[in-house]
Nanobody, 124 residues
Framework: QVQLVESGGGLVQAGGSLRLSCAGF????????MAWFRQAPGKEQEFVAT????????SYSDSVKGRFTISRDNAKNTVYLQMYSLKPGDTAVYYC?????????????????WGQGTQVTVSP
């Protein structure tokens, strides 16, 4: 069974940091673009960051650029999201996604595999 499993979420104070991990199971994702999305209560799902299959190309939403870093370790079949200077507005469920291609854009329909999500809560 192909799965993406996120971990690393939790409760943190504003200004703090967290690192999310997303591990792939059931197949290798080393030739797939990967991404992080998030969804806050009552809001639509929002693109956060994407990374190409080699890790050589990344893209971020304006709201997280300069604070978040996406990276990957293909040997571990894992993608990461390092989050610094967290704000209450970053509170959301964070989802990992894999595209059926080596590079992908910011749209959710670019991605074929999704994890179950991990909750990130940032207190004031």
């Amino acid at each position: 069974q192909v799965q993406l499993v996120e971990s690393g979420g939790g409760l943190v104070q504003a200004g703090g940091s967290l690192r999310l991990s997303c591990a792939g199971f059931g197949r290798t994702f080393s030739t797939n673009a990967m991404a992080w999305f998030r969804q806050a209560p009552g809001k639509e799902q929002e693109f956060v960051a994407t990374i190409s299959w080699t890790g050589g190309s990344t893209s971020y939403s304006d709201s997280v650029k300069g604070r978040f870093t996406i990276s990957r370790d293909n040997a571990k079949n894992t993608v990461y999201l390092q989050m610094y200077s967290l704000k209450p507005g970053d509170t959301a469920v964070y989802y990992c996604a894999a595209a059926p291609s080596v590079v992908a854009g910011r749209g959710q329909y670019d991605y074929a595999y999704w994890g179950q999500g991990t909750q990130v809560t940032v207190s004031p």
